[in-house]
């Protein structure tokens, strides 16, 4: 009989301390420089653009597209890591849930969803939409 994939508990850090307080929450927060009006990724409190610190959180839509992945196959159980391009246009390395790892496919319209980790930190992972 196959694991349960438990996902490891993400690093504690002041720099993106929104994101997983949000995370907790349900929401999938971006950053948004406010001088440029562009989103970046990953979460952080300075804009990549600019190097200052004048950036916003936006909640993220929470649909996406699989732009590629890999299948773990050696892992037991077997998983999808992923980068999903968010419609807000950032693309970001995740996992693919909530499907036999066969059917996933570059271009599928994924969901959010979020699941623990192992200390109980809320994580954004995809399911196909």
């Known amino acids: 009989m196959s694991a349960v994939k438990t996902f490891p508990a993400p690093p504690s850090s002041v720099e993106y301390e929104e994101f997983w307080l949000a995370a907790n929450e349900g929401k999938l ?6 001088d440029t009006n562009q989103f970046f990724w990953y979460p952080r409190k300075i804009s990549p653009f ?10 993220a839509s929470g649909k996406g597209m699989i732009y590629t992945f890999s299948i ?3 892992a037991d159980p077997q998983y ?5 391009r968010l419609e807000e246009g950032v693309t970001m390395m995740t996992n693919i849930v ?10 599928q ?7 623990e980790s192992e200390n109980g930190q809320k994580i954004p992972v995809f399911k196909p939409a």
């Open 109 to 115: 319209a994924v969901l959010l969803v979020m699941l």
């Open 72 to 74: 773990m196959r050696r």
């Open 98 to 107: 909530d499907c036999k790892p066969e059917t996933v496919q570059v271009g």
């Open 80 to 84: 999808v890591i992923a980068y999903v």
């Open 50 to 59: 600019t190097l200052s610190d004048n950036i916003e959180w936006i909640q």
């Open 29 to 34: 927060m971006i950053p948004r420089c406010k």
